[in-house]
């Protein structure tokens, strides 16, 4: 039984990819099953946050729910954006050499400095890597902050979003460390271990110069 529950479920997914928008009707009559056990279903896929309803009018009768994926649905499904990276970028360095793919982290760097160097230019030392941390988790690397008994800090970063890239590539962490210095020109800011070596999380030891 739990197993023909999983697989309704995944094809209320693969129909919401597909078709995008479908209410508990129609659900149900493409999978030929009840409206109530579709919204079993539904209410399941709601608390796993896979997809969400908007209320829509109707011409005549009562309002209903119409039902489509939410970003966390889509990404259920497979995307293959770090293999193309890395082909990209063999391609590059096969054509220019490692110099040029490390010009193109380092053209990223500054474009990234330039986007957020706003946000940091008036904070204080502890506000500005506190910022660093929402910047982290706006692009999904799960960051979280240590505040040690010294004054110093950890940044710990739970996903990666280019491990792999950053395993074939170790410039773009050394990228990554070089931006983090120059949004806070004031910090020394020290790899200790790193998710495309193998590590359980990346991890940056912070600290005010002295």
Known sequence: M?????????????????QKRLTVGEMAEQLQI????????????????????????????????????????????PRHYQQTMLD??????????????????????????????????????????????????????????VQHDDDSFELVEHNCPIAEVAQAYPIACECERQLFETLIHEAEIVPKTCLADGDDACRYHIKRKK
């Open 34 to 77: 009840t409206e109530m056990a579709v919204r079993r279903h539904l209410s399941a896929l709601e608390r796993e946050e896979l997809v969400e309803s908007t209320l829509v009018r109707q011409p005549m009768g009562r309002p209903t729910n119409v039902y489509q994926l939410s970003v966390k649905g889509h990404q259920r499904f």
């Open 88 to 145: 990209f970028l063999a391609d590059l360095e096969r054509m220019g050499g490692k110099q040029m793919v490390a010009e193109l982290f380092q053209n990223r760097q500054e474009r990234m400095k330039k986007l957020y160097e706003r946000q940091f230019g008036d904070k204080s030392f502890d506000e500005k890597i506190k910022e660093l941390v929402a910047v982290q988790n706006e692009h999904g690397y799960m960051s979280e902050l």
């Open 2 to 18: 739990r197993k023909k529950t999983s697989s309704t479920k995944e094809q209320i997914l693969k129909m919401l990819k597909v």
